[in-house]
Nanobody, 126 residues
Framework: QVQLVESGGGLVQAGASLRLSCTAS????????MGWFRQAPGEEREFVGG????????VYADSVKGRFTISRDNAKKTVYLQMTSLKPEDTAAYYC???????????????????WGQGTQVTVSS
């Protein structure tokens, strides 16, 4: 069983940057595709981005492309979401998720992932 814990959220002004981290424990990290999702109140969970096990391939939602960057350190069992030029519409709870060897085409679907963190809140003020 893999446990995921997110950290790094907070309250920032528009235009600021934040880096979220997600650290895995309790099981193997090997071979897992990692994804970041977000959910605002009253909204459905939305795909933000994902990264394959090797880190070679990343996928981003159009709404964050060019502003957010996903990376991972497999030795530390940690995946990162670097967020820049934050906007008020980026306000949400951010969740990381792990899925075993997901094909890129399935990376955007929440149902593809096996494990989820509890989330970290990001609030961007205007």
């Amino acid at each position: 069983q893999v446990q995921l814990v997110e950290s790094g959220g907070g309250l920032v002004q528009a235009g600021a940057s934040l880096r979220l981290s997600c650290t895995a424990s309790g099981g193997t990290f090997s071979g897992f595709t990692m994804g970041w999702f977000r959910q605002a109140p009253g909204e459905e969970r939305e795909f933000v981005g994902g990264i394959t096990w090797s880190g070679v391939s990343t996928v981003y939602a159009d709404s964050v492309k060019g502003r957010f960057t996903i990376s991972r350190d497999n030795a530390k069992k940690t995946v990162y979401l670097q967020m820049t030029s934050l906007k008020p519409e980026d306000t949400a709870a951010y969740y990381c998720a792990a899925g075993a060897a997901l094909p890129i085409i399935t990376m955007t679907s929440p149902g593809s992932y096996n494990y989820w963190g509890q989330g970290t809140q990001v609030t961007v003020s205007s």
